[in-house]
């Protein structure tokens, strides 16, 4: 006799799980059903999800999205830029891509297959996804606009994006949606050729009552320049989850983040950052500011793998609380393997700086317009690297209407 | 790189014998049948002459225990324990019962004497000058002595082995045992709530100044036997102690398991310092042997500007589980935790600590130093909140790791959850190796590469090492050496 | 006798559980300059941030008047705009604002509080290129955050400016001479001198004597332990650059 009570626990599937089930047999998806069903959604014992435990989180899985009828205009605009419009995971609206850009379409989910559930369900649901191969230097950026429209429904999408050896791109990828208690489950996966120069942006304005989850992927060529910013200001239950791997020498990726949260909102961004090989470097900056009864939870790892000799992985984490009842989780984990390297994390969090109020006021700035100014200085370090001026000034425009959000009463 | 490759290569060639604590005692035991199960619980109840309430709380851990199972979060890989072949009871046969120090096996007494551990008081006394050290000496499942006790009983202390406070001042014991660590708190405290043998009790009354500092020198000799320690410490209103504890064990090819609980409560204004020297077998060149080490360690500032701090210097053991922990209740209170884990071999670390921030105005301090070498795997994983209610609450977190040579590895894991918006967290950590810079500079200055290593990582380590106690302090960072043995003379 | 600018009357001040101010009775008339000169820890700063409102400056009894009016339920901001100003012993680095952006901030928020209308960029620039150009300021350095990474001069400078473009009715000097060398305190010492007026008042505070060369005052007060212990003139800062702080002691105890 071994230790007591090693008998598999029978897991009980909830309502979301029991859709969610039924949605993936469906869609053919047997192993994934089956999947789900013996482990069900997870909960904050399982490690990844420690802070956002989606089985008591979720709440009620919608529909199937059907086809979206017409939508409006987009809620973050960047003149000058390409656009492809994705209503309920299907492409709406396109118009002939410019130079370097070539858009097609995929069968099945584009993520890799992992112990994940989101990525799980992205491969159950994903019949076709968006392919886009950027060729060369792409001057205007490539905008996705991803929405879900009309009734709360459940949209699984996918995305490809190919940068070719020595290209130059932006792509921005924005979600929103009409104010529903929606569900989108997105993957993204960026392949970048060797050399390659490469901005992501990403910015969540869907509707306050509905879920967002984005699984992001980058595979990251020898001797690439890559940038990222998220940016979340939407959602009452949102879940980013990036996992770069450095597989060619040379590259550096500057990894950040913005987590706006207010009233009711949880927004998780998950980190995890792979050098897999010699000489490769990354920077990771991410903030977290929060208002009223609401949670930002930060996960980000670095892990250098044995040989990866001569990383340099440095990552930054700062959190900025407003009110009472606001929350700041956050793991910044490193898991290093090879001795020769320069790795570090730094994580700050509190509220505004007192002295700093102080000089401001007393040079004749109002209590709360110089918490505005402050929160936006606070944010301009995330901002300042975008070095297209109509883009960044579009996601100044995201704080600016974060700011002047009026004050909700705390749920209780 | 040559200095650099020379100490890999030491650090590669550590043999066994370079645990000097590694040698066995022969000394006739009286060992309970391998199991554990409900007759063992009442055998070591019997054995330690318990009141029946003590029995049916043992029991009642028990039961709980059987619905358990074991944590699977830490990064430690090990063989699956199987906790029916070990013995959980082993006692010296002429200590059965712990009378005066003249009683004592003259080879136990040896043994100490072997581990620099003098029991003896006017030894003690004619020894070493300056400050003088209480030991409790828990030989496998038994306390065999405690030093001054009686000096200390004028001073108002309790000192003695928690067997005999159960039996003593059961009010005491009844109050605060497991009021820090429930029973089931987590798999290994439950066990350790049924099974535990000895450990220390001390109780410093209210304004009291602890006299000496009290240490506990724990000695798992037997094989096949696991060493479930008790420790309870209770500081009240304005009172202040220092606590030590050493381990070692012998070694062995056959891993041995220690579950430790260690329960610190300080009230009011009181003061509990607490410091580890871990010692334990590490296992032999190629990972065969060693102390799998699951210790539960919490103290509780219960009270107002009460104060608690770890500092531990964690070099042996094949596993290492341990958190020691504060619960910052006092409004006021403050926790700190100064720790070093040096790993070696194919030793796995997975230590830190949880600073959980209740009270308002309460601060905590952590200082982690990892140093990792051979094929060992040393991880830091700590909890720092604030509860909603902890207004004004500030730490600050420091944690570095230093590797030496390409085959082990370093991690941090920290939480960092914040409920409360006047809450301060500052938290860093640095992960890095001894540079060729700093080695060919402390060379250039006619240091060998091994005295420029051992200078360097004594560097690395200084500001928890100023926290230990003068005598504990040289000694770690002797030990330090030994555990890098070749890279530091 | 006109209404002074700023009036003391037996200020108690607490900070936390302790009372640093015990006591504080000072009349600055309109258009004079006084010093208090005191040795560390006598609380001369916890008096500056009494006067401008800082938070957890907490007022156990007495009041401050600015131009008659009380001030002490007002906060910093209501303060500054009712025409008091700060200069800073360590001006505080704002990462992320521009200095730019936080002067014309700062004086439209004033002026709106006054009721007057908002300055235009056009207006505006030109004011601070004439006052930036008489401290010797590079306009480049306004382009940068505020504060950060200026040298202690070029804070110092910044502080002055910010004095100049917001004109006060009354300016305290904390400290305004610490880390500056000779040429750099001349500087500064000529902007605020430049400032002064008959309308304007000032209060400078510092350890040493040496400021009270370049900005010569028209009465000096001696503090120690929380209180103004004696009071006289010009020459006083001489007598105690000569004898030390330690011959008032008596006088605070």
Redesign the interface.
């Given at each position: 006799?071994?230790?007591?009570?090693?008998a598999k626990r029978t897991v009980h599937l909830g309502e979301a799980e029991n859709t969610l089930i039924s949605q993936l047999l469906s869609a053919g998806a047997r192993g994934a059903a089956d999947e789900l069903a013996a482990s069900g959604l997870p909960t904050r014992r399982i490690?990844a999800y420690?802070y956002t435990d989606l089985k008591a989180l979720l709440g009620e899985v919608p529909a199937i999205a059907e086809e979206a009828g017409q939508v409006g205009p987009p809620k973050f605009r960047v003149p000058g830029a390409y656009r492809i419009l994705v209503a309920n995971g299907r492409i709406q609206q396109s118009t002939t891509p410019p130079n370097g850009v070539v858009v097609s379409e995929a069968g099945g989910s584009s993520l890799t297959e992992r112990d994940d559930v989101l990525v799980m369900l992205n491969h159950g649901l994903v019949e076709k996804s968006l392919a886009i191969g950027l060729e060369n230097s792409v001057d205007p950026i490539v905008h996705i606009d991803h929405r879900i429209a009309g009734a709360p429904a459940h949209t699984a999408g996918a995305l490809r994006i190919e940068v070719a050896p020595g290209a130059t791109a932006t792509v921005l990828e924005t979600f929103s949606g009409s104010d529903a208690a929606h569900m989108g489950n997105q993957g993204t996966r960026v392949e970048l050729g060797d050399g390659a120069r490469f901005t992501h942006i990403v910015v969540d304005l869907s509707a306050l009552n509905s879920r967002h989850f984005h699984t992001i992927e980058y595979a990251v060529g020898a001797n690439v320049q890559l940038r990222n910013l998220l940016v979340n200001s939407g959602s009452a239950l949102s879940r980013t989850q990036m996992f770069g791997v450095f597989a060619g020498e040379g590259a550096h990726g500057d990894f950040s983040g913005l987590n706006l949260v207010d009233d009711g909102q949880h927004n998780d961004i998950t980190l995890d950052v792979n050098h897999a090989v010699p000489n490769t470097t990354s920077q990771e900056l991410f903030k977290s500011v929060v208002r009223n009864r609401a949670k930002a939870i930060f996960q980000g790892r670095i892990v250098v793998s044995?040989?990866a000799?001569k990383t340099d992985a440095k990552m930054m984490m700062q959190?900025l609380?407003?009110?009472?009842?606001?929350?700041?989780?956050?793991?910044?984990?490193?898991?290093?393997?090879?001795?020769?390297?320069?790795?570090?994390?730094?994580?700050?969090?509190?509220?505004l700086d007192?002295?700093?109020m102080?000089?401001?006021?007393?040079?004749?700035?109002?209590?709360e317009?110089?918490k505005a100014?402050?929160i936006?200085?606070?944010?301009?370090?995330l901002l300042d690297p975008i070095e297209d001026e109509e883009l960044s000034e579009a996601l100044s425009g995201v704080v600016e209407e974060w700011l002047s959000r009026p004050a909700k009463s705390p749920a209780i | 790189m040559p200095a650099i490759k020379e100490t890999v290569e030491h650090v590669e060639e550590l043999e066994v014998e370079k645990y000097k604590y590694g040698f066995k005692s022969d000394i006739e035991s009286e060992v309970a049948p391998k199991g554990l199960n409900e007759d063992i619980v009442r055998y070591i109840s019997a054995k330690k002459d318990e009141p029946k309430w003590m029995l049916d709380w043992r029991l009642e851990a028990f039961r709980r225990w059987q619905t358990m199972t074991e944590p699977t979060w830490a990064r430690v890989h090990y063989p699956k324990i199987d906790f029916q072949d070990l013995h959980y009871y082993a006692a010296p046969k002429s200590m059965s019962a712990p009378k005066s120090l003249d009683e004592v096996d003259p080879e136990l007494l040896e043994t100490y004497k072997k581990l620099g551990i003098p029991l003896k008081e006017q030894e003690i006394l004619a020894g070493v000058e300056g400050a003088r050290v209480a030991v409790d000496a828990v030989f496998d499942s038994v306390s065999v002595v405690t030093t001054f006790k009686e000096e200390l009983a004028k001073a108002g202390v309790i000192f003695c082995p928690i067997s005999e406070a159960i039996r003593d001042h059961p009010e005491l014991v009844k109050k605060y045992l497991a009021s820090v660590v429930p029973v089931s708190d987590n798999f290994y405290a439950t066990m350790n709530s049924a099974v535990f043998t000895d450990g220390s009790f001390v109780y410093v009354p209210e304004g009291v100044r602890c006299p000496m500092e009290l240490s506990t020198y724990f000695r798992i000799n037997e094989p096949n036997t696991g060493q479930f320690e008790r420790t309870l410490i209770i500081a009240e209103k304005g009172s202040y102690v220092s606590y030590l504890e050493g381990c070692t064990a012998p070694m062995r090819d056959e891993n041995q398991l220690h579950a430790a609980v260690v329960e610190l409560i300080a009230h009011d204004d009181a003061e509990i310092k607490y410091s580890t020297v871990q010692n334990w077998y590490p296992g032999d060149k190629n990972g065969k042997g060693g102390i799998y080490n699951f210790v539960t360690k919490r103290g509780d500032c219960r009270g107002k500007n009460s104060k608690i701090s770890w500092t531990q210097v964690e070099t042996g053991s094949a596993i290492t589980w341990k958190y020691p922990s504060c619960i910052l209740r006092g409004d006021g209170s403050r926790g700190e935790f100064y720790s070093i884990a040096v790993s070696n071999g194919y030793q796995q670390v997975d230590s830190g600590t949880k600073m959980i921030h209740l009270g308002k105005d309460t601060s905590s301090l952590i200082i982690a130093k990892g140093i990792a070498a051979g094929k060992s795997d040393n991880t830091y994983r700590g909890l720092v909140s604030a509860h909603a209610k902890a207004s004004g609450a500030r730490n600050f977190t420091q944690c570095d790791s230093l590797l030496i040579g390409d085959a082990c590895g370093a991690h941090t894991v920290p939480y960092i959850e914040s409920r409360n918006a006047t809450a301060v967290f500052e938290h860093e950590a640095t992960t890095s190796k001894i540079s060729d810079d700093q080695l060919f500079y402390c060379q250039q200055r006619g240091l060998s590469d091994e005295e420029a290593v051992a200078l360097i990582v004594n560097g690395f380590v200084r500001e928890v090492l100023q926290n230990l106690p003068m005598e504990f302090m040289v000694e770690s960072q002797k030990l330090i050496a030994i555990s890098l043995e070749g890279s530091v003379g | 006798m006109s209404t002074p600018m700023l009036e003391i009357r037996n200020l108690h001040v607490r900070v936390e559980d302790k009372t640093i101010l015990k006591g504080v009775d000072l009349v600055v008339p309109k258009g004079e300059v006084h010093a208090i000169m005191g040795r560390n820890g006598s609380g001369k700063s916890t008096l500056s941030y009494a006067i401008a409102g800082r938070d957890g400056y907490e007022i156990t009894d007495g009041d401050i008047l600015l131009d008659g009016q009380s001030i002490v339920e007002m906060e910093a901001d209501e303060r500054a705009s009712a025409g008091l100003f700060l200069a800073f012993q360590y001006p505080i680095e704002i990462p992320g604002v521009a200095t730019m952006t936080f002067l014309k901030a700062a004086m439209n928020a004033q002026r709106k509080s006054r009721g007057e209308e908002e300055m235009k960029t056009p207006e505006f620039m030109k004011a601070v290129r004439a006052a930036a150009g008489d401290l010797s300021i590079e306009t480049d350095m306004l382009k940068r955050a505020l504060n950060v990474g200026f040298s202690g001069g070029e804070k110092k400078r910044a502080e002055v400016l910010q004095m100049a473009l917001l004109a006060p009715k009354m300016c305290i000097l904390d400290e305004t001479d610490s880390g500056l060398d000779i040429d750099a305190l001349k500087v500064v010492s000529q902007g605020v001198n430049h400032l002064r007026a008959p309308k304007r008042s000032m209060l400078v505070i510092t350890h040493y004597q040496r400021l009270l060369n370049h900005i010569v005052p028209d009465r000096v007060h001696v503090f120690s332990d929380g209180r103004i212990v004696k009071s006289g003139g010009k020459e006083l800062a001489l007598e105690l650059e000569a004898e030390g702080y330690s011959a008032f002691d008596e006088a605070a105890a």
């Amino acid at each position: 006799m071994t230790a007591p009570n090693t008998a598999k626990r029978t897991v009980h599937l909830g309502e979301a799980e029991n859709t969610l089930i039924s949605q993936l047999l469906s869609a053919g998806a047997r192993g994934a059903a089956d999947e789900l069903a013996a482990s069900g959604l997870p909960t904050r014992r399982i490690e990844a999800y420690h802070y956002t435990d989606l089985k008591a989180l979720l709440g009620e899985v919608p529909a199937i999205a059907e086809e979206a009828g017409q939508v409006g205009p987009p809620k973050f605009r960047v003149p000058g830029a390409y656009r492809i419009l994705v209503a309920n995971g299907r492409i709406q609206q396109s118009t002939t891509p410019p130079n370097g850009v070539v858009v097609s379409e995929a069968g099945g989910s584009s993520l890799t297959e992992r112990d994940d559930v989101l990525v799980m369900l992205n491969h159950g649901l994903v019949e076709k996804s968006l392919a886009i191969g950027l060729e060369n230097s792409v001057d205007p950026i490539v905008h996705i606009d991803h929405r879900i429209a009309g009734a709360p429904a459940h949209t699984a999408g996918a995305l490809r994006i190919e940068v070719a050896p020595g290209a130059t791109a932006t792509v921005l990828e924005t979600f929103s949606g009409s104010d529903a208690a929606h569900m989108g489950n997105q993957g993204t996966r960026v392949e970048l050729g060797d050399g390659a120069r490469f901005t992501h942006i990403v910015v969540d304005l869907s509707a306050l009552n509905s879920r967002h989850f984005h699984t992001i992927e980058y595979a990251v060529g020898a001797n690439v320049q890559l940038r990222n910013l998220l940016v979340n200001s939407g959602s009452a239950l949102s879940r980013t989850q990036m996992f770069g791997v450095f597989a060619g020498e040379g590259a550096h990726g500057d990894f950040s983040g913005l987590n706006l949260v207010d009233d009711g909102q949880h927004n998780d961004i998950t980190l995890d950052v792979n050098h897999a090989v010699p000489n490769t470097t990354s920077q990771e900056l991410f903030k977290s500011v929060v208002r009223n009864r609401a949670k930002a939870i930060f996960q980000g790892r670095i892990v250098v793998s044995p040989k990866a000799q001569k990383t340099d992985a440095k990552m930054m984490m700062q959190g900025l609380m407003l009110s009472e009842g606001a929350q700041i989780l956050s793991k910044p984990e490193l898991e290093i393997f090879a001795d020769d390297v320069q790795c570090g994390h730094g994580s700050t969090c509190g509220e505004l700086d007192a002295q700093s109020m102080f000089y401001m006021m007393s040079r004749g700035i109002a209590r709360e317009d110089a918490k505005a100014m402050l929160i936006r200085a606070f944010v301009q370090e995330l901002l300042d690297p975008i070095e297209d001026e109509e883009l960044s000034e579009a996601l100044s425009g995201v704080v600016e209407e974060w700011l002047s959000r009026p004050a909700k009463s705390p749920a209780i | 790189m040559p200095a650099i490759k020379e100490t890999v290569e030491h650090v590669e060639e550590l043999e066994v014998e370079k645990y000097k604590y590694g040698f066995k005692s022969d000394i006739e035991s009286e060992v309970a049948p391998k199991g554990l199960n409900e007759d063992i619980v009442r055998y070591i109840s019997a054995k330690k002459d318990e009141p029946k309430w003590m029995l049916d709380w043992r029991l009642e851990a028990f039961r709980r225990w059987q619905t358990m199972t074991e944590p699977t979060w830490a990064r430690v890989h090990y063989p699956k324990i199987d906790f029916q072949d070990l013995h959980y009871y082993a006692a010296p046969k002429s200590m059965s019962a712990p009378k005066s120090l003249d009683e004592v096996d003259p080879e136990l007494l040896e043994t100490y004497k072997k581990l620099g551990i003098p029991l003896k008081e006017q030894e003690i006394l004619a020894g070493v000058e300056g400050a003088r050290v209480a030991v409790d000496a828990v030989f496998d499942s038994v306390s065999v002595v405690t030093t001054f006790k009686e000096e200390l009983a004028k001073a108002g202390v309790i000192f003695c082995p928690i067997s005999e406070a159960i039996r003593d001042h059961p009010e005491l014991v009844k109050k605060y045992l497991a009021s820090v660590v429930p029973v089931s708190d987590n798999f290994y405290a439950t066990m350790n709530s049924a099974v535990f043998t000895d450990g220390s009790f001390v109780y410093v009354p209210e304004g009291v100044r602890c006299p000496m500092e009290l240490s506990t020198y724990f000695r798992i000799n037997e094989p096949n036997t696991g060493q479930f320690e008790r420790t309870l410490i209770i500081a009240e209103k304005g009172s202040y102690v220092s606590y030590l504890e050493g381990c070692t064990a012998p070694m062995r090819d056959e891993n041995q398991l220690h579950a430790a609980v260690v329960e610190l409560i300080a009230h009011d204004d009181a003061e509990i310092k607490y410091s580890t020297v871990q010692n334990w077998y590490p296992g032999d060149k190629n990972g065969k042997g060693g102390i799998y080490n699951f210790v539960t360690k919490r103290g509780d500032c219960r009270g107002k500007n009460s104060k608690i701090s770890w500092t531990q210097v964690e070099t042996g053991s094949a596993i290492t589980w341990k958190y020691p922990s504060c619960i910052l209740r006092g409004d006021g209170s403050r926790g700190e935790f100064y720790s070093i884990a040096v790993s070696n071999g194919y030793q796995q670390v997975d230590s830190g600590t949880k600073m959980i921030h209740l009270g308002k105005d309460t601060s905590s301090l952590i200082i982690a130093k990892g140093i990792a070498a051979g094929k060992s795997d040393n991880t830091y994983r700590g909890l720092v909140s604030a509860h909603a209610k902890a207004s004004g609450a500030r730490n600050f977190t420091q944690c570095d790791s230093l590797l030496i040579g390409d085959a082990c590895g370093a991690h941090t894991v920290p939480y960092i959850e914040s409920r409360n918006a006047t809450a301060v967290f500052e938290h860093e950590a640095t992960t890095s190796k001894i540079s060729d810079d700093q080695l060919f500079y402390c060379q250039q200055r006619g240091l060998s590469d091994e005295e420029a290593v051992a200078l360097i990582v004594n560097g690395f380590v200084r500001e928890v090492l100023q926290n230990l106690p003068m005598e504990f302090m040289v000694e770690s960072q002797k030990l330090i050496a030994i555990s890098l043995e070749g890279s530091v003379g | 006798m006109s209404t002074p600018m700023l009036e003391i009357r037996n200020l108690h001040v607490r900070v936390e559980d302790k009372t640093i101010l015990k006591g504080v009775d000072l009349v600055v008339p309109k258009g004079e300059v006084h010093a208090i000169m005191g040795r560390n820890g006598s609380g001369k700063s916890t008096l500056s941030y009494a006067i401008a409102g800082r938070d957890g400056y907490e007022i156990t009894d007495g009041d401050i008047l600015l131009d008659g009016q009380s001030i002490v339920e007002m906060e910093a901001d209501e303060r500054a705009s009712a025409g008091l100003f700060l200069a800073f012993q360590y001006p505080i680095e704002i990462p992320g604002v521009a200095t730019m952006t936080f002067l014309k901030a700062a004086m439209n928020a004033q002026r709106k509080s006054r009721g007057e209308e908002e300055m235009k960029t056009p207006e505006f620039m030109k004011a601070v290129r004439a006052a930036a150009g008489d401290l010797s300021i590079e306009t480049d350095m306004l382009k940068r955050a505020l504060n950060v990474g200026f040298s202690g001069g070029e804070k110092k400078r910044a502080e002055v400016l910010q004095m100049a473009l917001l004109a006060p009715k009354m300016c305290i000097l904390d400290e305004t001479d610490s880390g500056l060398d000779i040429d750099a305190l001349k500087v500064v010492s000529q902007g605020v001198n430049h400032l002064r007026a008959p309308k304007r008042s000032m209060l400078v505070i510092t350890h040493y004597q040496r400021l009270l060369n370049h900005i010569v005052p028209d009465r000096v007060h001696v503090f120690s332990d929380g209180r103004i212990v004696k009071s006289g003139g010009k020459e006083l800062a001489l007598e105690l650059e000569a004898e030390g702080y330690s011959a008032f002691d008596e006088a605070a105890a």
